[in-house]
């Protein structure tokens, strides 16, 4: 006889494991299947945790260069590659682990290998030695999360021509790093090797970087990246990719058809990701999927067969951790009879370089596209007590707020903690808060979050320090 289970979770990402937990806490009997042999997901595997743990162990390889320049001498600094990977590895082991942890506390039922569709309430499991193994369920959340894509003709080797999987594991620095692509996790592995010491260039086909951002933002963040040494060539067009005995040749183009190679050691191509759908034999159950192979859901995240749901990257919407976490929480109790919900509107992404530029709702293009009147509120760094004493005060926090209502419809920072101080605005706009609310909150002194207070006074032109 077939394991029995209320519900099953294909995939243990950020939304997976998460939805399993919650469902099992709701007195559900759960199972999660996870085929990478360990659980978390890109995210805490090859994504953002140890990427997060090489863009602060490079930023403190950077500020132990500089010490001496704030009367701290001393001797020669020296970059061990192998010990900075081991203490990435360990960050992601140990939290993996935990995970692993949580499912035994709240009793649900772990299953490694790759799971699919045998029917609508039957999950074939295929182990990494193709033992293979059917479950029953009565719902299945479908949580498998997304993969990098590369560019027509380029494939990854993980050594030469890299995704951000292969950006997390490089052997040595390279002399020369080519991103493609000026999104967060190009600008993010980018100064990650910049900052060890890689002449870094980014390739991006677009006049501006990281798309849908603010673009006042925007253009400050690719200003201070300048500064930092990493050169950008905006509006090229890559049409192929070499590989040689050194490396690499990027071949491009302008946007006025002028070409342009680029020689490199790496080239890392971040030019986006796509809906990890493909092994799920979703064909088999007739699961509808979009243009993109992303799968339709309806507002309770149901497909269109009622017994199964789908969240995170493998449906609509930003490719974001938390995003997916919200989904699979709002999953777990909607099939528990109760209300989830996930509000789109105070989604915050954060890019995590130095500085950190982070921005939650509503952005002024967005605003004049819908010709809602708005005021803006806006404070820099440069005059916050705390940013200057720590000699960390490059950026500004800006907030958007109703013409009329005052309502905050959006916040757009960069600078110091950037990827912190977001939430305080975000609880804010999910009580529909107004800019005045956040001026008159004390806040404490000296902090970074005075700015975003000053940011809120500046709304009403009322801002003390500048």
Same mark, same amino acid.
């Given at each position: 006889m077939a394991d029995k289970f209320q519900a099953v979770v294909i995939g243990g990402g950020p939304g997976g494991y998460v939805c399993a937990i919650r469902l099992a806490q709701l007195g559900i009997k759960t199972a999660c299947i996870e085929s990478r042999g360990s659980l978390g997901g890109t995210c805490l595997n090859v994504g953002c945790i140890p990427s997060k743990s090489l863009l602060n162990l490079s930023e403190e390889f950077h500020k132990v260069q500089n010490l001496s320049n704030k009367g701290i001498e001393i001797g020669e600094i020296k970059l061990n590659l192998p010990k900075m990977m081991k203490s990435k590895d360990k960050a992601v082991t140990i939290l993996t682990k935990g995970v692993e942890f949580l499912f035994k506390k709240n009793k649900v039922t772990y299953f490694k290998g790759t799971g699919s569709f045998k029917s609508k309430n039957e999950i074939l499991i295929k182990d990494d030695k193709n033992n293979e193994l059917v479950i029953q369920t009565e719902k299945t959340i479908i949580a498998t999360g997304s993969m990098p894509v590369s560019?027509? &003709?380029?494939?990854?080797?993980?050594?030469?021509?890299?995704?951000?999987?292969?950006?997390?594991k490089l052997e040595n620095v390279p002399k020369k790093m080519v991103v493609v692509g000026g999104?967060?996790?190009g600008l993010e592995m980018g100064s990650v090797w910049s900052r060890l010491g890689a002449e870094v260039h980014v390739v991006e086909f677009l006049d501006h970087i990281t798309p849908g951002m603010d673009r006042e933002i925007s253009n400050e963040f690719m200003k201070i990246l300048k500064k930092q040494g990493i050169k950008f060539h905006m509006q090229h067009k890559v049409e192929s990719v070499k590989k040689n005995k050194s490396g690499a040749v990027i071949f491009t183009s302008d946007k006025n058809g002028n070409k342009k190679d680029f020689e490199c050691d790496v080239v @890392?191509?971040?030019?986006?990701?796509?809906?990890?759908?493909?092994? =799920?034999? @979703?064909?088999?159950?007739?699961?509808d999927l979009d243009d993109r192979k992303r799968i339709k859901?309806?507002?309770n995240f149901q497909t269109n067969l009622e017994n199964i749901y789908a969240i995170g990257d493998v449906i609509a919407g930003p490719m974001l951790a938390h995003k997916a976490e919200d989904e699979g929480i709002a999953v #777990?109790?909607?099939?528990?009879?109760?209300?989830?919900?996930?509000n789109y509107d105070t989604i915050p992404g954060v890019i995590y370089t130095t500085p950190e530029v982070a921005s939650?709702?509503?952005?002024?293009?967005? =605003?004049k596209e819908k010709n809602i009147k708005y005021k803006i509120g806006k404070f820099s760094f440069m005059a916050n007590s705390r940013a200057k004493a720590i000699d960390d005060a490059e950026g500004f926090v800006k907030i958007l707020a109703d013409e009329k209502t005052d309502k905050v419809l959006g916040a757009h920072l960069i600078g110091p903690h950037a &990827?912190? =101080? /977001? #939430?305080? /605005?975000?609880?804010?706009?999910?009580?529909?808060?107004?800019?005045?609310?956040?001026?008159?909150?004390?806040?404490?002194?000296?902090?970074f979050s005075e700015a975003v207070k000053e940011a809120a006074l500046s709304v009403d032109k009322r801002a003390i320090h500048s």
């Open positions: 560019l027509p &003709g380029i494939k990854f080797d993980e050594k030469v021509i890299v995704s951000s999987t292969g950006a997390l999104g967060y996790i @890392l191509v971040s030019v986006g990701r796509k809906a990890n759908t493909d092994s =799920l034999n @979703l064909e088999k159950i007739g699961i859901t309806q507002k #777990a109790e909607n099939i528990a009879g109760q209300s989830g919900h996930v939650i709702g509503k952005t002024e293009e967005q =605003l &990827g912190e =101080l /977001i #939430a305080e /605005i975000g609880v804010a706009m999910e009580f529909g808060a107004s800019s005045e609310d956040i001026a008159r909150t004390c806040h404490a002194h000296p902090t």
